[in-house]
Each structure stands twice: as C-alpha cells, then as structure tokens.
C-alpha cells in the first residue's frame, strides 16, 4: 500500500509540475519538409542544413513545484552555426498543437532573417531579430502575438520573485511586449528564466570541434564510417566538451575512486576495440546525455577498422589512364577558385570482358527502344542548300528575282535534299560510384546493381535515337585522388566492350563532386553540339575524408555547377537521397533536380526523363 500512495503522489507531482503537454506535441520530422524552404525564404542561408537537437538545460530558478517534482530542467531552444540550423527536435510547451507548429516557424524565421545591427549582448540582439521579421514579414505579427500570451503564462510571476530577480523578469517581459524598448538587463545573480521565443543565448562548442588535428593523425571513426544517419525523431545532436583521455593500464590501486570516468564525464569513441564489450544499454545512456566528454589519443585506430578504404596496389586497382590532371576547387570562406588544388585520376576497369545485355533486362530493353525509335530524327527536306538531289523551285524564282533587281548573291543556293534531321545534343553520363552506393535497397539490389541497371538501359535508349553519349562514374579519397572512370567517350560505340566495363564497376570511397563535375564539362565543351547535357546520378551529399563535408562541399559543387551554365552545358541530378530537397534547389535550382523515392524505378525511369529534358 505504501508503494501504491507513493507511485500515485509521484505521478502527481510529476505531471502537476511538468508544465508541457505531450497530447500537442509537434515533431520536427512532422515540418521537417517545409522548414528548409521557409528558412530559404527568410533569407537564411542556402547550404545550410537542419538539424534536431536536444532540450538544454538552463539555470535559472525553478518554481518550488518543479523542484519537487525533479522537472523543467531542460527547456527546447534553437540556434544556428556556420553551416547548420539546429530547432528542437519536437516542441510540446503549449496545449495547442498549432501553437507548437508556430513556434517553430517563428524560431525559423527568427534564424532566417539578416540582422540589420550586430549587437554583442543577448537582450538587444534578440528584440534586434524580433524587430527584423515583424518589419520585414507583418503577416507574422498576429502568430506572433498568440505566442506571446501563451509564453507569458508560463513565465514566472514578478509578484511572487525577490526584487532584484522582478525587476529582470519585467525587463524582459518589456522586451518581448514592445521590442527594441530595452537596452540592457539589470544586473542579477540568478539567471533569468529562458526565453522560448528568442534564439539561444549563448551556444556552447559542439561535437564538429574545430580543434587542429596533429599533421599525422588518422581520420577519426566519423570521418571514415560512409553511411547515412538514420532517420526518425532520435536524430538528436548533442553538444560536447573536450578533455583529455584518461591513462590507461594503471589498474584500480594507484587511483582513487573518485578518479574513475563516469558516462557523463569520458566516453571513449575507439569504437573498433570497445564494441563487443559495450553494454546493451549505451546507446540510449549516451542519448540522455545532453554534453558529451570527448577525448583524441591520436592513436591510429583508423588503420584496424577502415582496411576497406586503403587503396588497393596497382595490380589489383583499376588501370590508370595517364598521371591525370590538377583541377582548382572553390574556397567559399576565401571567396576564390584555388587553382590547381585537385588532382582528377582517369581510370578503367582493369579485367573488364565483353558482356551481352543482362537478361533481366532484355525485355525493358525493347520497350525502351521501341519508344525511343519514335523520336529518332526522321527524314526532312532541307531546303535552300548549295547542292543536293533536286532543284528548290521556291528558291529559284527567288534567285531570279534577285538578279532581275541586280540584288543577291552570284551562287544562291537553289537546291534541296532529302536527309535525317539532327537533334544536335550530346549527352554525358555522370554516376556517383561512392562508397555509399554500396547498400542495399531491397532484398536483392544494392545502389550499385541499380546504377548499373541505369547505364545500360540509358545506353540502349541513346543508342535507338542515335544521340551522342558518354558515361564516366566517379568517386574521391581527398583531393589528391579523384578517380574518374571511363566507362564510354562520345568517339566509341555502345557495344560489348562498354558493356562489360559497365559490369565491372564497383563501389569505393568518397563523393568529391566539384571536381567530377569540372572534368565532366571540359569534357563535354569540347563536343561540338549545340545542346550540351549533363546528366548526374547521386544518392547522397557532397563529402569526402577531408574539409569537403557540409557547406565548404556544398559551395564547390553549386561553383561548379555556374561554371557549367556559362560554358553553355546544362545540369540536371536524379539522386535517391531523400534529404536532396534541403541541398538541391540550391545547387541546381528548382528544375534541375528529381528525387526518386524508390531507386528500383531508377532504370526505366531515367531514359524517360531523359525524352522529357531534351524535348
């Protein structure tokens, strides 16, 4: 009976001062889709990505409710880094569900707008951001205003604070009733109660830690691991400290036990040795953790775990096609092209055989090419010509009617011949061959098969309306090797020998996209055809071993994109990567990307888009 009254005086106590609502809670996968596009419009930055974090904890003063009931010590906060807009993974502090959605579009907008001042101090920037968005954007002034009488009434009462402590609540209220009106808070030992409606106030160092690397350390697990982060509400980031690694191999006796690291305090990210032996429980110990202790021992671990991405030796890599060429790469925080700072490797299947068509594929194969027949160039009269089989009557008349009037040419041109028309297009191919198409997408496919599947089906099509094509994949280890591989040049035919190198590719490394896509358009400048088309399979983000990761891979690829367009070839990427929609309307504009929800569709699909494009 004792247990019984106390677990109910618990959950009591418990929800009484928890002060959120559950049943309203509002997910950040739930406007998740919406959220970049609005930050986009607010003006936040393009490359930037979303991010969910974890509630913070705060240090004001909690109500005597709270305290009793071990609750409000975390409260949802947001704010933004370089190249990342980190919300709340889900908001629940009002009972409404639409008051939730609200706030999440107010804290967007709050990080999307240019500030028109930077002020150093927390008060005066935040009524600086607030002041920005309701004169920039009035519409939000009434949701805005809704915000702000829910969020009052989860504030604490100035009646019931000391002086000091009421006299800082009211600045604050001021500032949040009529922006701008406050200039400084008084000051006061206890920290004031968060406020929900403005950005964090002061970020702490997170787990991308900008600490210099020793010149002869290994790439990190992170660094190295090339899948994807697993989707859902759980994709929260944690904020991280650094300190140094505990010394091992002393044993118990030479150290106190106050010495000893806890979770919270160390956790070891050596992986590699540590992983049968940890416990069952870690992971969801570490996602309650909301600082993680991070520590380097500059041990090269890297070398027991990532044997699969050491190069090869030459006699079992691919051939190599010469000693390649440097390619510069776009600085966005130096604002310049670096000249020469990549070097592009061409690369064939070494042991490639001649292949037939892959039987699964045969019937698809004549479909497409039945379709595909349909838009051939057909024969036309091509009239007005300086020779051909007949005279061009029209042509003539209009001839003599120049001479008559002493106008025209000595030669006209008075003839007309019967011949296929031409379409003028060539075409290349550009497959991500990365280390990430690897995985499967169903019980009998990986990426890679699909990719595969895609060439040859994209291949067949072009071949049946007799545009020029070339097919080149690509993958990156650093800067100093970006592998390109010949698949097929416009000079070669679509035959056994091509197809047999589109069954020796295999998956490996990094994708360094900038510099793939440079290679692709010198490459396709020097075609002569009036229309030139890029075409990229991705399945995935700009990324590779070194800084190329987040915005600095984003920037090179949209630069190289530009210079694309003004050599006069256009772009287009079907990728399978669900978050595309965040990184893609930035890189190639709102027409020049499809997302494939299933990849299976990807090989019958593409040469249909490719009709559709080039139409």
């Not at 001062?17 to 919406?34: C, I, M, N, Q, Y």
């Not at 701008?180 to 406020?195: D, R």
Request: proline share 7%.
């Amino acid at each position: 009976m004792e247990e019984y009254i106390g677990s109910l005086w618990d959950r009591w106590i418990t929800q009484s001062s928890h002060g959120r609502h559950p049943e309203a809670t509002v997910w950040l996968s739930d406007v998740e889709k919406s959220a970049g596009l609005l930050f986009r419009a607010f003006g936040g930055n393009p490359a930037s990505s979303l991010i969910g974090v974890a509630d913070s904890s705060h240090n004001a003063k909690r109500s005597w409710l709270a305290r009793l009931g071990g609750t409000q010590k975390k409260v949802p906060l947001s704010w933004q880094e370089e190249d990342k807009l980190c919300l709340p993974e889900k908001i629940d502090l009002f009972p409404l569900p639409a008051l939730n959605r609200d706030l999440y579009v107010w804290l967007i907008a709050l990080q999307g707008v240019q500030r028109t001042s930077l002020h150093p101090d927390w008060i005066t920037a935040s009524q600086d951001r607030v002041c920005t968005v309701l004169n920039n954007f009035p519409g939000l002034i009434n949701r805005y205003r809704r915000l702000l009488a829910a969020h009052m009434t989860s504030r604490p009462d100035p009646g019931n604070l000391p002086p000091t402590e009421a006299h800082q609540e009211l600045l604050i209220r001021r500032a949040l009733t009529k922006p701008g009106s406050v200039a400084a808070l008084s000051a006061c030992n206890i920290a004031p109660w968060p406020v929900l409606l403005w950005p964090h106030p002061a970020p702490e160092i997170y787990a991308n830690s900008t600490e210099p690397r020793r010149p002869d350390a290994e790439p990190t697990m992170g660094e190295s691991r090339a899948a994807k982060p697993e989707s859902g509400h759980k994709k929260n980031k944690h904020r991280s400290e650094r300190v140094e690694a505990p010394e091992e191999n002393r044993g118990l006796i030479l150290h106190r036990f106050e010495s000893i690291f806890s979770w919270a305090e160390y956790i070891k990210v050596d992986r590699a040795t540590d992983e049968e032996d940890e416990p069952e429980n870690s992971k969801g110990i570490a996602d309650d953790l909301e600082i993680l202790s991070l520590a380097r021992d500059n041990k090269p671990m890297a070398k027991r775990i990532r044997f699969d991405m050491d190069l090869p030796s030459e006699a079992d890599d691919d051939l190599v096609l010469g000693g390649g060429r440097l390619l510069p790469e776009w600085d966005y925080k130096k604002n310049r092209l670096v000249s020469d700072y990549c070097r592009i490797i061409p690369m064939m299947a070494r042991n490639a055989q001649p292949s037939e068509l892959p039987p699964h594929l045969l019937a698809t194969s004549r479909k497409i090419r039945g379709q595909f027949s349909q838009i051939k160039p057909v024969r036309l009269w091509f009239r007005r010509q300086s020779d051909g089989t007949e005279l061009d009557l029209e042509a003539m008349v209009e001839a003599r009617a120049n001479q008559l009037r002493q106008q025209g040419m000595t030669q006209p041109p008075i003839f007309k011949d019967f011949r296929p028309g031409n379409r003028d297009l060539a075409s290349l191919l550009l497959a991500d061959l990365s280390l990430s198409t690897d995985t499967w997408v169903n019980n009998s496919q990986r990426i890679i098969d699909v990719i595969q599947d895609t060439l040859f089906l994209f291949s067949e099509a072009l071949s049946a309306v007799s545009d020029p094509f070339a097919l080149y994949g690509f993958s990156s280890r650093r800067r100093d090797h970006i592998r390109f591989h010949h698949i097929k040049d416009f000079s070669e035919p679509y035959n056994s020998q091509v197809r047999g190198r589109i069954q020796a590719i295999k998956p490996g490394y990094y994708t360094r996209l900038g510099a793939a896509i440079r290679q692709s358009t010198e490459i396709l400048s020097d075609y002569p055809a009036s229309r030139r088309l890029l075409l990229l399979l991705t399945d995935g983000k700009p990324n590779d071993l070194d800084r190329y990761e987040g915005r600095y891979g984003v920037e090179d690829t949209r630069m190289s994109i530009l210079e694309a367009q003004k050599k006069g070839v256009r772009t287009f990427c079907v990728t399978i990567d669900e978050k595309a929609g965040e990184y893609c309307p930035y890189l190639f504009g709102k027409d020049g990307f499809i997302v494939l929800k299933n990849a299976k569709n990807l090989p019958s699909g593409l040469p249909l888009l490719y009709s559709r494009i080039t139409r």
